[in-house]
């Protein structure tokens, strides 16, 4: 089972960054394709970001594009969201997943693994 560790979060104004990481557990993370979600209060699970196994394809969740970066460090067992232009409505918890496969998926019911997540607060 791999064990999934976000850090990175905090309070930011709006027009900020913040750079989100996940450090993972487990040999065979690099076999693995990963994924950003987010959450806000009283809303479902949203896709942010997902990346393949190689790290030769990313996607983008239409909210965020343009405005976020999902990359990976397969030596560090890590993966990292960079959030720029940061707007109160990407307030949230962010969640990373590992699904095991090495295509992306979209979808929260796709990946396998999931971290406890990490607080973000946009303000205005």
């Known amino acids: 089972q791999v064990q999934l560790v976000e850090s990175g979060g905090g309070l930011v104004q709006a027009g900020g960054s913040l750079r989100l990481s996940c450090a993972a557990s487990?040999?065979?993370?690099?076999?693995?394709?990963k994924g950003w979600f987010r959450q806000a209060p009283g809303k479902e699970r949203e896709f942010v970001a997902a990346i393949s196994a190689s790290g030769g394809s990313t996607y983008y969740g239409d909210s965020v594009k343009g405005r976020f970066t999902i990359s990976r460090d397969n030596a560090k067992n890590t993966v990292y969201l960079q959030m720029n232009s940061l707007e109160p409505e990407d307030t949230g918890v962010y969640y990373c997943?590992?699904?095991?496969?090495?295509?992306?998926?979209?979808?929260?019911?796709?990946?396998?693994?999931w971290g406890q997540g990490t607080q973000v607060t946009v303000s205005s």
């Open positions: 997943a590992v699904r095991r496969s090495t295509g992306y998926a979209t979808v929260p019911r796709a990946y396998d693994s």
């Open positions: 487990g040999r065979t993370f690099s076999s693995y394709a």
